[in-house]
Nanobody
């Protein structure tokens, strides 16, 4: 059983910063990727940032230069540093883990990020 627990969400003013964390626990092996998604009210879930097993990263165009994804392999934890936040970043942020053989996707419960103007 794999569990993902996100933390670090909250309310912040535009221009501010937040750091999200996602800790994975359980029977985890062969991590292929860890990904942050977000879903705003009335919108589809979208990929925000991904870090794959080799360390390469990719970002949504809307967050490039402002958000940074990183990980601590020893702790099976992925982080999302969010700077220069904008009201349009307001959403529930979800962590996803792709691991195992064959790979399976696991999801956290989500953490709310609200950016006020």
């Amino acid at each position: 059983q794999v569990q993902l627990v996100e933390s670090g969400g909250g309310l912040v003013q535009a221009g501010g910063s937040l750091r999200l964390s996602c800790a994975a626990s359980g029977s985890i092996f062969r991590i292929a990727a860890m990904t942050w998604y977000r879903q705003a009210p009335g919108k589809e879930r979208e990929l925000v940032a991904r870090i794959i097993s080799g360390g390469s990263t990719n970002y949504a165009d809307s967050v490039k230069g402002r958000f940074t994804i990183s990980r601590d392999n020893a702790k099976n934890t992925v982080y999302l540093q969010m700077n220069s936040l904008k009201p349009e970043d307001t959403a529930v942020y979800y962590c996803s883990l792709l691991a195992g053989l064959p790979p399976s996707a696991y999801w956290g419960q989500g953490t709310q990020v609200t950016v006020s103007s």
